[in-house]
Every structure is written in structure tokens, then in C-alpha cells.
């Protein structure tokens, strides 16, 4: 009986997650399908071709690769020194240092929008890449700083220690011990930070002010145009590289995580 | 190989009301293994990451061949820390983490492998270069963890309590292995554990600290038989102290007379002590006794120990190998051979 519910939970929950997918899919390769067929009379590849060919979706899809990466390296600086101090150390005012980082996720998006805007307005950074990429900054640094910091609190320093000690130069011990122990920490972080920024809208148009067109941004304007093969195609197009980055480091994320884990 | 020299070093954490290390002063001749030895929070630890460099001392100088140390960064001073647990890097191979240090100095590939192929000799471990520490056992781990800081040659061996994780039979095989390359090498060595047996048995002096400085320091057979203060005597395992006074080699206790040799020195309140080993337990015995009632006994294996009251004073006994025990509730006579009697100072 258990096993029944189980499968069937299992059923449920890949059908709710894929279906959307799949009619993305059958969307985006029909050419026409009206509406008694259960699929489209004809299959065509023209959406996809259309998109590739439109330069607009080209830019898009490189303005948002190109910004999402900047954005997680950004991030990653950043946020490792705060989580590192805030995993390792004990010192007053550190519950207030948790509060002030996590504030972003708590107001909303608009209020620091609308603010952030009017700064950059005065400091010449609305409508460009650089303030868009620090706008992002916002929603992504909450997030990466808190994944760090969990790291941090299993990390141990002596690994440290005992590379200097062996002789190696603060930085080499940087990069050849400290980096090395938590690097998939830093690579769920970094995608975490890649996902945030690749799916801002708000915050590109408000701060980007319709000069930097990242993809959902074409996305918007798509759906209120109102092709569903476009629109498929396009979101399909959105998906595609988190699913494929995640794919990727899924496998190699998980042996390594495993190694450190024997250790401790 | 050098002549290590800790002069009055001073060490406190904020927030601490007494200081970790107190004018803290020890010299280890080179060569010399020294073990230190004292209960937690003594400032073993902090102590040994001065000498590191990893901590900087409030006061006082550390010196190497008579040359202070403390302007020079942790990782050129060639004091190299070994710690309770391995750590070994977990994303390195046994060969590439043995050759760590040397591929820090710079030496080839080739200088490397035949540094480790050597040194894993040594250790008793030969041709598992390849292996990852995730699949060595906990002493195998120590094991390479040695090798590694062995293979720098270092100026001082610091050990941090390197076998305390370890269970008996591994740690003793350890204790030997560690005792013998040290040896072989002539590394000067700091040794510190929570373990007498360990203290003992590995160092050529030992250092006692208590309250952040040196109780006492000796070759462990003099610390262990004829400790200079009852603080000492009582760590190293003494807890028969006989109070009196002290006249013609006599000593008048509130128990009894004892024939004690004092070398004609004469006190009104002198403390003598004897280790649970030297005290006699039996009915035939004549010489410098007490009558006493044996209060428990416990069988130890090794020895027979015996709790017997002597009016208001305790007395802990230890006979070795005995034919027979001796019931509770028995009245016996305690003999203090004079020979093992001995005054302590303070």
C-alpha cells in the first residue's frame, strides 16, 4: 500500500513538473494545430530558426549569460569573506551582521528598486551593464552568503594551519587548500547567485531602463504579443541553460561533496 | 635539529581573567624529545601555536639555535605542528599530500617521489602513494600525517596530542614508531598529552605545567619516583603524604614514629611522600610500620590495590602479583621502607 502511494506521489510530482515542459516543447516545434487534433498536424523547426536568426534574441541570450556570470563571480567575492567570518567566528553584533545581510530578502523588491533607481540616476549607472549587474547584487548576495556560511560552519581552520606550518604562503594556501575544501560550496552558491540574476526581470527594467535587454525581458514583451510558438520556443530558450549547468555539475558535485564528507 | 629556547612567555585571550601562559620559560636541547604534560586549559595547545607562529606572544621571545624566531612569518620558521587529527587533505593522494612541503620549497617531481617512497618506508607503510586518506584507517592517517611533516625536515616536531584518538594497541604501535624516528632523525621535538603512560614512555625529559607554567621539569623516572611538590606528586599519581617533624631521622607523624633518611636535616612540619608501588602490606612485616584496617581492595591485573585506613589518614597501596588477597575489614600492618620515603619541598 505504502509503495503504491509512494509511486503514485512520485508520478504525481513528475507530472506537475514536466508536463509544463512538454507542452513547451510541442508548442514550440508545431506549425499548426487547431484545436480537435490531440497533437499539431505539422512539426517545424521554424521557431527555433526565427529565434536564432532574430539578433534581438541572440544579444538577449548573451546580455543574460554575460550578466548572470558577472553576477555570481561578483557574489562569490563578495559573499566569502562575510560567510566566512560569520561561519568561523563568534563576535557581538553578529546576529545584527545575519539581520542586515538577510534585509533584502525581506523588503520588497520594488521598494529597493525604486530606491536603487534613483541613486543610480544620480550616479550616471542607470541604464548600464554595471548597474545592472550591482543591482542584482541585491536578491543574489542573501542567498549566497548564507549557503557559504553553512559551509563554514563545518569548515576547520587547522587544514590551514597545517598547510602553513608545511611552509606554503598564506596564499597559496588560499587557493590550493582553503579554495579546493570548499569548492562545491562555492559552486551550489555560485548557482544559486546564477539563477537569481538570470531570472530578474524587475530590477533589469527598472535599473537597466529598457537599454539592457536580457532574455526576460524579450520574454515579457513576447507574451503580451502573443505567438505561442514564439513564446515556446523563447521560454524554452529561458530554461535551457540553468537545467543544462545544473545537469552538468549535478554528478561531479556529488563525488566531491562525498570525499570531504568522509573526512569529518 | 636545534636548540629550542621559550623565554617568558606570556599569553592572554580577552575576556580571560588569568592568563593562558604566565612567564612561561623552557629550553629542549637538540635532539631532545620533551613531553608536556598538564590538564586541560594548562596552555599545552596555545604554547605550541606560538612556536608556530599561528598565535603571537604577548610577551617574551622564542629562540631557535639562539636566533629569535618571532619576526618570521609561520610558514619559514620550520616548526612544523602535527594535531590530534590527521588532516590530511582529503582531495590529495597519500603521495601528494606526504609531498606537500616539498612541493612548496620547489623540488621536482622526480625529488618528490623518491622523497615519499623513502619516508613511507620509514613509517612502515610502503606503496600507497596512490591511495586517498578517505581509505586509510585512523592510524595509517597519523601515520602519513607524520611522514608529512617529517618529510620538510623540520627545524622542531611540535605534537599536539597526535595519538589521543587513536585505541591502545595503535597508539603504542605509534608510540614506538614516533619515539624511533625521532630518534633516527635527531629531530628536537615537543611532545604534548594529557597521557602520562604516553609522557613517559616517549620523552627524554618531561615537563609538568600547571596554572600556565613549568610545576616541574625531569627525566621521567625522577618525576614519577621522587617528585619535588605534592602538586607534582599527587599528577603523577601519589597520594600518600606523611606530615611531622622531622628529628634525627625520625619522623614523629600524629600515626607513629617512621625512620626516614633526611641527611641530618631537621624540620618542625616537613611533608614526606612514597609512591603506592613502595608501600608494604602484610602481618609479618617489622620494619618503619603502621597498623591499619583494609578498608577496600581491587583487583588490577598487575597488582592488588588496597585502601587501608590508618586513624583518620587513607593510605592507597599497590602490591604487585600477590599469592592471596586480603580481606576487608582485616587489621595489617603498612610498612614505609625508609629507602622510599622521600621530602618534598612544597
Known sequence: MKKILNAAIRFFLYLVLIAPLLLFGVYAFSERWFFPDVLPSTW?????????SDPKTVGGLLTSIGIALVVSLFSLIVAFPAARTLGLRRFPGRQFAWLLFFLPTVVPPLAVGMGMNILFLRLDLAGSFVGVILSHLVPTLPYTIFTLSGLFANYDENYEYQAIVLGASKRRTFFNVTLRLVFPGLIVAGLFAFLISWSQYLLTLLIGGGKVLTLPMLLFSAVSGGNPSTIAALSLLFIAPPVL???LTARQLNQHGNAIKEQY | MAKVELLNLSKNYPGRKTPVLDQFSLTVDSGELVSLLGPSGSGKSTLLRLITGIE?????DILFDGKSILSIPPNKRGAVLMFQKAYLFPFLSVEENIGFGLKVQGATKQTIQIEVAKILDLIGLPGIERRKPAHLSGGEQQRVSLA???IVRPTLLLLDEPLSSLDTAVRQNLQEAIRRIQHELGITAILVTHDLGEAMGMSDRMALLLEGKVAAIDEPMKLFQKPPSSQVAKFVGIDTFLKGRVNHGTLETQHGNLTVRTNGFVSDSATFAIRPEHIEVGSELAENILTGVVKDCMYRGEYVEYQ???????????VAMPAAMIPHGEVIKVAFPAEHLFPLTA
Open chain 2, 56 to 60: 603571537y606572544p604577548d610577551s617574551g
Open chain 1, 44 to 52: 517545424s523547426t521554424a521557431p527555433f530558426l526565427r529565434l536564432f
Open chain 2, 148 to 150: 608529512r611533516a617529517l
Open chain 2, 308 to 318: 587501608i585506613q590508618i586513624d583518620t589518614m587513607v593510605v592507597r597501596a599497590r
Open chain 1, 245 to 247: 549547468v545544473i545537469a
